[in-house]
């Protein structure tokens, strides 16, 4: 029965890359090994089921396929997504997994937009790329303070242009998503072995006040205290805590230095 399960995998799955490790029924994946990439897919009563999966071991730069069969078919729940076990250490934090096609029963879905790489629930440990994920939204100043680095990343460099709802809502909201018998994924890992650097972000790079008015700047993107300055005391002070105060009419830079950079906003005081 196993051998037969594993053909039917096989087969409705249409791969056998290098590399892919079949694995039966419902699996642990801290069993599996670091840097293996699987689907983690949970059925409409968010529990997960038995079934025939084909995980892969990522060694570098290049294309994988992952996929999951089921005998009987199930609904897709609000959560399911691609994971790579201890993916932030193995693959860097630098690295980029790109989902190019999603197929179910055998057919191509069409994307609903780009995917992005991050750590699975910002915990820093294993990658996760969202397929469909009605919790999660891509976020530009999301960051692992441990690391320093920002956890969520993409091919075109731009987070807030791509989606955790691979899969559409349309899809989803139809009776299709009741009938899935199989799903395959494929995907392009590139910057394998990067390890992303700090990369802060002042919360404004100009501002306009008026004397005596305060406004509060911070730091996103990096651990750690900036150490913050102005160019014009008489103008415009800043705090340690980044608060800046309109002194007298004129124009001030206000510097926070922090990992090596310094971060500049410009401030302009008006009566």
Not at 120 to 127: I, L, Y
Not at 164 to 184: F, H, M, N, P, R
Request: hydrophobic fraction near 40%; aromatic fraction near 6%; include cysteine.
């Amino acid at each position: 029965m196993k051998n037969l399960k594993k053909i039917l995998a096989l087969a409705t799955a249409g791969v056998l890359a290098f590399g892919a490790v079949p694995v039966f029924a419902g699996q642990d994946a801290s069993a599996l090994k670091e840097g293996t990439a699987y689907l983690s897919i949970n059925d409409a009563d968010w529990g997960g089921f038995d079934k025939d999966v084909t995980n892969v071991e990522i060694t570098g730069d290049g294309s994988y396929t992952v996929s999951a069969a089921v005998d009987e078919a199930v609904g897709l729940a609000q959560f399911n997504a691609l994971e790579v076990v201890n993916g932030e250490s193995v693959l860097g934090t630098g690295c980029i997994i790109t989902i190019d096609s999603i197929k179910i029963n055998g057919e191509a879905v069409e994307l609903a937009g780009d995917s992005y790489t991050c750590s699975k629930d910002g915990a820093g440990v294993d990658t996760r790329v969202n397929i469909y994920n009605e919790w999660n939204s891509p976020n530009a100043e999301s960051y692992l303070g441990d690391d320093n680095h920002f956890d969520q990343r993409c091919a075109g460099g731009d987070v807030t242009a791509c989606t955790a709802k691979l899969i559409s809502d349309d899809y989803i909201g139809s009776e299709a998503k009741t009938k899935v018998k199989s799903i395959e994924v494929a995907f392009t890992v590139s910057n394998y072995g990067v390890v992303a650097e700090a990369n802060p972000l002042l919360s404004a790079s100009e501002l306009e006040l008026a004397v005596g008015k305060t406004e509060k700047l911070s730091v996103t993107g990096v651990k750690g205290k900036a150490k913050w300055s102005s160019s014009k005391k008489k103008v415009a002070t800043v705090d340690k805590k980044g608060k800046v105060k309109a002194v007298k009419a004129g124009k001030a830079v206000i510097k926070a230095k922090i990992g090596g950079k310094t971060l500049k906003c410009k401030v302009k005081v008006t009566k």
